[in-house]
């Protein structure tokens, strides 16, 4: 049996380069893509990726990009996309159109999650128009707010 890999491995090191480069190239680009918090917009950014990887714009080219990447990558990114985080407000969001519903969770146990701190991410990030606005619809679980989008079904197909 072998030795776990250390962070001195040169293959750990170039994995965790590769991540952060892509993590940090969706969160810089992720807004240029209207309609943004859509499926639409996500698909702008894959062909936007699969073109400036060299892949032609056809079908079959971005179908071979499609292939190449590996289902664990495209989650990564896909979850990259659609997910922000406030430093300030102490919250992440977690808002892919396929889902039901955003999600909103505490950086940190201790952090309270009111309807307005809830309001005010929401807000910030451009998710208002496209969520039930009044708190009363949205559910307090035990550790996050679920904010159901404002009509499910289109913002799943948009």
Do not use: Y
Request: charged share 20%; hydrophobic share 50%; with cysteine.
């Amino acid at each position: 049996m072998s030795a776990p890999p250390t962070a001195s491995d040169p293959a750990v090191l170039q994995a965790a380069l590769f991540q952060f480069a892509i993590d940090e190239l969706v969160r810089q680009h992720r807004n240029s893509f209207p309609p943004l918090w859509t499926t639409e917009s996500w698909a702008k950014l894959m062909i936007w990726l699969a073109l400036s990887c060299g892949c032609s714009g056809d079908d079959e080219g971005l179908r071979q990009f499609a292939a190449a990447l590996e289902p664990a990558l495209a989650r990564r990114l896909r979850q990259t996309f659609f997910e922000r985080t406030l430093e300030d407000l102490e919250l992440r969001l977690l808002a892919d159109p396929a889902d039901s519903q955003v999600v909103v969770l505490p950086l940190h146990p201790s952090v309270a999650l009111p309807p307005e701190r809830v309001a005010e991410a929401l807000a910030r990030v451009g998710l208002s128009e496209r969520v039930v606005a009044d708190p009363a619809g949205w559910k307090q679980l035990e550790g996050l707010v679920a904010v159901p989008w404002a009509q499910a079904s289109e913002a799943a197909h948009s």
